[in-house]
């Protein structure tokens, strides 16, 4: 099993950044692709970013891309998303979890709020 925990979450204007992490730990050697998935109100859970834990390739959602930057730092067990240009439709839950996900491996998740 694989335990995560996300921190890094506020309320931010529009136009502002912030960075989230993910603490990963428990069976991480099993794990090839990590990501980050949000939740907005009302809406279906979506995959924002992943990242291949050994290759390092990323890839993201159309609406993120060159504003968000997943990244990873394999000594410590942590990814984060450093996200910038932040829009008020980026507002939401942000959760990480493996590819596929698990579903005993959601945390609580961090709210990010971005007001306009």
């Known amino acids: 099993q694989v335990q995560l925990v996300e921190s890094g979450g506020g309320l931010v204007q529009a136009g502002g950044s912030l960075r989230l992490s993910c603490a990963a730990s428990?069976?991480?050697?099993?794990?090839?692709?990590m990501a980050w998935y949000r939740q907005a109100p009302g809406k279906q859970r979506e995959l924002v970013a992943t990242?291949?834990?050994?290759?390092?390739?990323?890839n993201y959602v159309d609406s993120v891309k060159g504003r968000f930057t997943i990244s990873r730092d394999s000594a410590k067990n942590t990814m984060y998303l450093q996200m910038n240009s932040l829009k008020s439709e980026d507002t939401a839950v942000y959760y990480c979890?493996?590819?596929?996900?698990?579903?005993?491996?959601w945390g609580q998740g961090t709210q990010v709020t971005v007001s306009s």
């Open positions: 428990g069976s991480i050697f099993s794990i090839n692709i």
């Open positions: 990242i291949g834990t050994r290759s390092g390739v990323t």
């Open positions: 979890n493996v590819v596929p996900f698990r579903a005993d491996s």
